[in-house]
Every structure is written in structure tokens, then in C-alpha cells.
């Protein structure tokens, strides 16, 4: 098992420009979701999902969008990037079947300048 | 709104002591608790997990407490190694939400 994938591992925007960040799990985890993690901040919940069709908004959900149109992927897009949005981005997920942890993704490192 | 808060926010060790990171969190109606470990530049890293029902959980060198009528939770790590060093994250999981909510964590160095 690949467990939870991300890619990029990094990208530099410009404001004002949108991009997608990729999540894959091959571990068939009803549960995905997009975290951020700043420094002082601590990870903060964007968007989350429950299952194929379902999204739901976290903590922080402006300026990010989500669609979940299979089990296995979870993009987050960005329509239009400023540079609040630089920071260290993370997809976990978890099978919904049991009391389990989290399965996180390597991260994404975004700079928008 | 819960909130979790760990205290020290940075620790620095000799190798071979024996040593507590504290947690506490605003509310006590979780469905479990759990530490994670984040290495520089790398993903979180699931260490421990106690459900609310429980009081502890044991992996290795690692012990994890819970009292949740209080609020608290520690991790206890046993005869700390240089490997040890990272930052330690504790993460509650809201009663029927599946959301984690986290702490900003304590960066540990065990110093050789």
C-alpha cells in the first residue's frame, strides 16, 4: 500500500492564480480531509469528506474549494491564490468502520507570492 | 469551541532521561485522544490513540494517559534517544465529528 499520496511536494504561485493540489489513498478510507499548517498556528481543518459525493467545510474553507468523486481522490483547489494561502498543506485519511488514527499524506509546501 | 494546548512548547534533553509532554483540551466531550509525531519537513505520524473510554495506552517506550473528566493527557516517554527528537503533536476527536482538532505541539530534542 501507497497509504496517502500528494502531489506537488511543492509549487510557487503567483497571486491571483488557481492550481489544484492532488490526494490519493489506496486504503479504500471513507474519511478524507485537508488540513494547513502554520507556524503559531498549529494544523487548522479546511474540508473534509465522509464518503464519494459528500463535502463538508472545516475550521478554514474560504478561498478553497473541494469535490470527492471517488473513494480514493480528494482534491483541493485554490480559484484564485493570495499569499495568506502559503503554507503547508496535508490530506489524512481514515476508515470510518472503527475507532482508528488519521493516515497522513507527505504535505504539500505552497508559496504564493 | 475546543480548543487543545500543550505545554512546554519546546523541551531539550539528555539522552536517557525519562520525560512528560502534557496536553489539555477546553472540552471534554471527545471520542478520543490522540499524539502524533511530525518530523521536519515530513507528514504527521500516528504514535498513540486512547479511545474516551479508556485511561491509557502503551507502545514500547511510549505511554499515554487520559482523564478526560480534567481535561488532561500526557505522553511519558521512557529512556529518550537521540531518534526521539521531533515535534509531538496531541489531537481530540470531537464526539461524532471525526474532526480532529489540534495542539500547536512540543518540539523535543534529546541531546546525545
Known amino acids: 500500500n501507497a497509504g496517502v499520496t500528494q502531489t506537488p511536494k511543492f509549487q510557487v504561485l503567483k497571486t491571483g492564480q488557481s492550481m489544484t493540489l492532488q490526494c490519493a489513498q489506496d486504503m479504500n478510507h471513507e474519511y478524507m480531509s485537508w488540513y494547513r499548517q502554520d507556524p503559531g498556528m498549529g494544523l487548522r481543518l479546511i474540508h473534509y469528506s465522509v464518503g464519494a459525493g459528500i463535502t463538508d467545510q472545516g475550521e478554514v474553507p474560504n478561498g478553497y474549494n473541494v469535490s470527492r468523486s471517488t473513494t480514493e481522490d480528494f482534491p483541493l483547489r485554490l480559484l484564485s491564490a493570495a499569499p495568506s494561502q502559503t503554507s503547508v498543506y496535508f490530506c489524512?485519511?481514515?476508515?470510518?468502520?472503527?475507532?482508528?488514527?488519521?493516515?497522513f499524506g507527505p504535505g504539500t509546501r505552497l508559496t504564493v507570492l | 469551541k475546543q480548543e487543545v494546548t500543550q505545554i512546554p512548547a519546546a523541551l531539550s534533553v539528555p539522552e536517557g532521561e525519562n520525560l512528560v509532554l502534557n496536553c489539555s483540551f477546553t472540552?471534554?466531550?471527545?471520542?478520543?485522544l490522540q499524539w502524533f509525531r511530525q518530523d521536519p519537513g515530513k507528514g504527521l505520524t500516528s504514535l498513540l490513540l486512547i479511545q474516551s473510554s479508556q485511561r491509557e495506552q502503551t507502545s514500547g517506550r511510549l505511554n499515554a494517559s487520559l482523564d478526560k473528566s480534567s481535561g488532561r493527557s500526557t505522553l511519558y516517554i521512557a529512556a529518550s534517544q537521540p531518534g526521539d527528537s521531533a515535534t509531538y503533536l496531541c489531537?481530540?476527536?470531537?464526539?461524532?465529528?471525526?474532526?480532529?482538532?489540534f495542539g500547536k505541539g512540543t518540539k523535543l530534542s534529546v541531546i546525545p
Open positions: 489531537a481530540v476527536e470531537g464526539a461524532g465529528s471525526y474532526q480532529l482538532t
Open positions: 489524512a485519511s481514515r476508515t470510518l468502520a472503527a475507532p482508528d488514527t488519521q493516515y
Open positions: 472540552d471534554s466531550a471527545i471520542y478520543n
